[in-house]
């Protein structure tokens, strides 16, 4: 059989597709009661795969294979006791959408590959800036997160700031240009370190602004803006969850012609709740923000967010086309607001979530998390673990009474399979301590996942 002989007879033999749809289905209805974290024995079988790439398999061996081993080491997320990092779970509706449009295949880098896809991200751009509070003219870029989401809003600066003195980046690069300065808080994300590294601007040449204990940066500490600043605010602490506060600085910059980039992987759907929406006071006169639909929202990996008040700057500078693209005429080419050309139609999914929870779901969700998160606080203290934030969003942290049992009893919760959390560092007052840090991530978190993840690590302390 040739190998075009052997693709024609799995394209017609729908076995594996609905074999694979099965065994999806299969998982999902398993994932609220499975080990949280795979066991040692399922971790070390993954070694069984190594070897050099053989012979061709058959499809049904492959995803034999994928069942057994793979699946048997993937983390449970979808569950409601996985607390690592800031990760997020999935709403069925989406990660339904998202298996349909996969076999679509859609390459979303032009309106004209895939008319379908280029509507649904000029909708959904129009959705978000509602949800956000920003202007109807702002544009979003559907990346594949917030790392790329953040370098993306600050090429867009950039190319602003450069511009304002006359320099055109995209012609001329850095190599001579005027220096740009940048202004962060000392609690910035590593990712927004990484962007900069990218953007060519690297990290030295950050103006660092100091944090209060909660790691909200101070803004009357932040130097004097120019318009050659780049502005570096964060709407979600990753450990403490706490925000940055915007108006006054935001305003300033403003005024001073600097560009101000919101990095809210998580946090900038705050925005969306009634409850919340305090947090980000003043954040919608910023110039470029960056949100992951895979972290709050449930969205199925990966779907980031870059967003620009100024829309020209973020086309400009992503614009593979030396032209200048006008907005609001014609479809929507998708590439003009990414650095890629090609990208799978992660919109598809986006929309679908968009559409199942409405207006008001997104905010129910956003308070769903937040208030599990308080819940959660209150059980760990009531159990004898110190919480040492103030938890005003959906990330809570605990500790015991030294680093040492901190850490015991976390490795300890993790190994019971029971939930999981990662550490974080945390300053005390007298110096960096260890914290195990939970992010409420997940819509499927219940008050019980809460209970018996306190008793897990209550057991894991040695009570
Ligand atoms: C998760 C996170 C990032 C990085 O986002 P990715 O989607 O993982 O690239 C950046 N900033 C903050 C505050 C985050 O929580």
Known sequence: MTLQDRLFADMADSAAITRAADAARAHVDAALTRRTYPDAAAIAALDTLEGPLGAGVETAAILDEMQATLRSATAEQLGGRYFGFVNGGVVPAALAARIMSDAWDQNTALAIMSPAAAKLEKIVEGWLNDIFGLPESAACGFVSGSSMAIFCGLVAGRWRLLQ?????????????????????????????????????????????VPCDDQGRMIPEEAPMLDGRTLVLLQAGHVASGAFDPMESLIAEARAEGAWVHVDGAFGLWAAASPRFRHLTKGMARAHSFSADAHKTLNAPYDSGLVMATDAEALRRALSAAAS???????????????????????????????????????????????????????????????????????????????????????????ASGEAWAGPTDWPGPDGQTKAIRFSVCSWSTTEDDIRRTVAALAAARGS
Request: hydrophobic share 45%.
């Open 164 to 208: 304002q003195s006359g320099w055109d980046v995209n012609a001329k690069g850095l190599n001579g240009a005027p220096a740009l300065r940048v202004v962060a808080g000392r609690e910035a994300h590593s990712a927004v370190l990484k962007a900069l590294r990218l953007l060519g601007l690297g990290t030295d040449c950050i103006e660092w």
């Open 324 to 414: 200048y693209l006008p907005a609001g005429e014609g479809p929507r080419d998708g590439m003009a607001y990414t650095p890629e050309m090609s990208r799978r139609g992660r919109i598809f999914e986006l929309w679908a979530l968009l559409k199942y929870l409405g207006r008001d779901g997104v905010g129910e969700l956003v308070e769903l998390l937040c208030d599990r998160a308080a819940f959660f606080a209150s059980e760990l203290t009531a159990a004898g673990f110190h919480v040492p934030n103030d938890v005003v969003f959906n990330q809570v942290m605990a500790q015991c009474a030294t680093d040492e049992e901190t850490l015991a009893a976390m490795r300890g919760l993790q």
